[in-house]
């Protein structure tokens, strides 16, 4: 049985709820009252685990907002945070579906903002590959990388290459330190033979 119902000092969105005169947990105030919870109430385990859970789903929505207020995040981003501050996963998982529910959270939005604000600075495979790490589905990946044109790859290698060549001797050494910089922002071959070949001197076919 219920025997109190108290709001804690120092924070009046969280009450303590004791049961049989001992305490039992903590809840926010939303989820007492929607569950229309009062002292002198018989309450069950299974019942006050499904409020429990709602408390911390309501918890955890409100810590993931406060997170992706700073920057667009994945879902898994948010997930892992989540998780990473001590968040019950099925908590953590519910808090995430209302995230993508109200559109605060959209993995392809997120994909096709991340390949073109670092499509002047690394290539589709590195693009590619980061938004794979950060647990985009391989639909939205590819459907991002394959909206990065031929032209827009060539001329983000060129320019890349613009600043790598600035003070150094244009030989070949250098041209292959070049060729294997613009392999590690993840430039194709092709893409890359395309810039390096425009830097070959004619005296040296």
């Known amino acids: ?34 569950a229309r919870l009062k002292a002198g109430q018989e309450l069950s385990e299974e ?36 998780c990473g501050k001590g968040f019950d996963m099925c908590a953590a998982k519910r808090a995430v579906e209302k995230l993508e529910e109200y559109k605060y959270v959209d993995d392809r939005a997120f994909a096709m903002q991340y390949a073109e604000f670092n499509a002047k600075q690394k290539g589709a495979r590195r ?35 613009e600043k790598f060549m600035r003070g150094k001797t244009n030989d070949f050494k250098t041209l292959n330190k ?12 092709d893409t890359i033979k395309s810039v390096v070949d425009g830097r070959k001197r004619d005296d040296w076919d």
């Open 1 to 34: 049985m219920i025997t109190a119902l108290e709001a804690q000092k120092r924070n009046k969105d969280k009450v303590n709820l004791y049961i049989d005169g001992e305490f039992r947990c903590s809840l926010t105030a939303e989820s007492v009252v929607r």
């Open 47 to 82: 019942r006050l685990e499904e409020i429990l859970l709602t408390s911390e789903t309501e918890l955890a929505f409100k810590k993931a907002l406060d997170y992706i207020a700073r920057a667009m995040k994945t879902k898994k981003q948010v997930l892992d945070y989540l």
């Open 127 to 161: 693009i590619r590959a980061e938004l794979i790490e950060k647990g985009i589905e391989e639909s939205c990946v590819s459907l991002a990388v394959e909206k990065l044109s031929r032209e827009q790859s060539e001329q983000a290698a060129s320019d890349l290459a």
């Open 178 to 189: 070049l060729s294997r910089f613009l392999a590690s922002r993840g430039f194709d071959f």
